[in-house]
């Protein structure tokens, strides 16, 4: 009953902000990421304000970025320069092996290919196999508060990617995984767009950000259509992820809002949204794994209609690529978080979670409503009359759509 309350109070919020000019709300907890590249360099070419907007897409662009890491350099990656002639690649030049697995990490809005959780993602790879990881960085495409332009650009993120992709077909590879996070888990299904007829075999989607995409189409966002297995990590529903179940498979981590352990931390919202990826980092490793057992949807599990039964499957990089609906895993509070098949020492955890989120349902709606009202939100207002000085009538219609929502 209480979810239900919450949802309202969401989708409210959510209605009440749809009305023109466009504001956008960027949480002050998603602003502060580690600093990684020269931002300074790369500020010609089109913007709107101060928000970079790419409309030519032209690839390769500097602002895309392709990085190699394997055993031979597991920390200081090569960097790759791809294009849409084989012969302007030098992947062949680097330490690229063919008869090793591709892992194809990108990371999201506001942030780069150094946030830490997506480099543990990068260490455990290394840590058991000789795999070629890739971390795509699109930074400057994605900085704050350019939320509304970095929705726009990911779908040339995407096909810029799809270069990178096509190259490393060439070289005979088959199992390509790619790996996405938050806003940078919607650029694999425009990267799928640019490869047809070709199919990826699998991309994974750690909490797929919300905000634009609740009534965004398929060709927009991710979905199973998107390869031939899709795995999604939902940590933070409502707030900075998708709830929806989007892909063959979909886990809700903990209830799928509020992560154990979060409370304590002073940055409260990141630090649900980051569990994504550092759950899916510790699951590649992982002696106990990280089990989830079945639930018909999403809301039958707000209703309290799924307590935990068999077959429970595994979750994070061993998934099988035959596992398909929603499931619900628990976790422990602090890393290693992985807590294995709820049979055993997990049932103690699931039961005191159980009470815990009951517990933190009364307390999350008091800050759900503050944290919408608090000072510290920016308010960045796009106004479309601006808009359509800087793009054509299309372009800016095109562009509505995608965000009215918010
Ligand atoms: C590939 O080319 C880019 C751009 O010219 C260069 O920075 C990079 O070092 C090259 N990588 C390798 C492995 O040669
Ligand atoms: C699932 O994985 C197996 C082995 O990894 C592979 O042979 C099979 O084609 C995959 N199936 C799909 C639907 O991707
Ligand atoms: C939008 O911008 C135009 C031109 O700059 C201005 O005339 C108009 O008042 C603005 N509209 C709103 C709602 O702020």
Redesign the pocket.
């Known amino acids: 009953m209480e979810y239900s309350l919450l949802i309202l109070i969401l989708v409210w919020r959510f209605v009440n902000c749809q009305s023109p000019p466009i504001s956008v709300r960027i949480p002050q907890s998603m602003i502060p990421v580690p600093p990684g590249l020269d931002r300074s360099l790369r500020n010609e070419g089109l913007t709107f304000g101060n928000c970079k907007v790419v409309i030519n897409d032209i690839c390769p662009d500097p602002d895309v970025n392709f990085f190699?890491y394997t055993r031979i350099h597991p920390q200081v990656p090569?960097?790759?320069?791809v294009g849409g002639d084989p012969h302007v690649s030098?992947?062949t030049?680097?330490?690229f092996n063919p008869s090793n697995p591709v892992k194809i990490i990108i990371h999201g809005y506001n942030s780069d290919m150094y946030l830490s959780a997506l480099v543990e993602i990068k260490d455990q790879y290394l840590k058991t196999n000789d795999y070629n990881v890739f971390a795509v960085d699109w930074s400057p495409l994605g900085e704050s508060p350019c939320y509304l332009a970095a929705l726009w650009n990911i779908k040339h993120v995407g096909i810029c990617t799809s270069q990178l992709v096509s190259r490393i077909k060439e070289l005979g590879v088959e199992d390509i995984h790619v790996i996405g996070f938050s806003l940078g888990a919607h650029i694999p299904a425009h990267l799928a767009n640019a490869l047809l007829p070709y199919k990826l075999p699998r991309i994974t989607g750690l909490d797929p950000a919300g905000p634009g995409f609740i009534t965004a189409s398929k060709a927009n966002k991710l979905d199973k259509s998107d390869a031939n297995f899709v795995d999604i990590i939902h940590t933070n529903s409502f707030i900075q992820g998708l709830v929806e179940a989007l892909g063959h498979v979909d886990f809700y981590l903990n209830g799928g809002i509020i992560q154990p352990g979060c409370w304590a931390e002073r940055r409260f919202f990141a630090c649900n949204h980051h569990r994504a990826p550092l759950y899916f980092a510790e699951s590649i490793n992982t002696q106990l794994g990280f089990w989830g057992w079945p639930c018909p949807s999403y809301f039958e599990y707000i209703l309290g209609n799924c307590p935990p039964k068999d077959p429970q499957i595994i979750m994070g990089d061993h998934a099988k690529n035959s596992s398909s609906g929603v499931h619900l895993v628990i976790t422990e509070s602090v890393s290693p978080f992985a807590v294995g098949k709820y049979t055993g020492p997990a049932i103690e955890i699931l039961r005191q979670s159980e009470m815990h989120r009951k517990t933190i349902l009364r307390k999350y709606r008091t800050t759900i409503e503050e944290y919408l009202d608090d000072d510290s939100i920016e308010d960045v207002t796009y106004n479309r009359t601006e808009l359509k000085k800087y793009f054509n009538e299309r372009l800016a219609d095109e562009l509505m759509p995608l965000v009215t929502v918010i």
């Open positions: 190699l090569q960097a790759i320069r030098n992947l030049k680097s330490a």
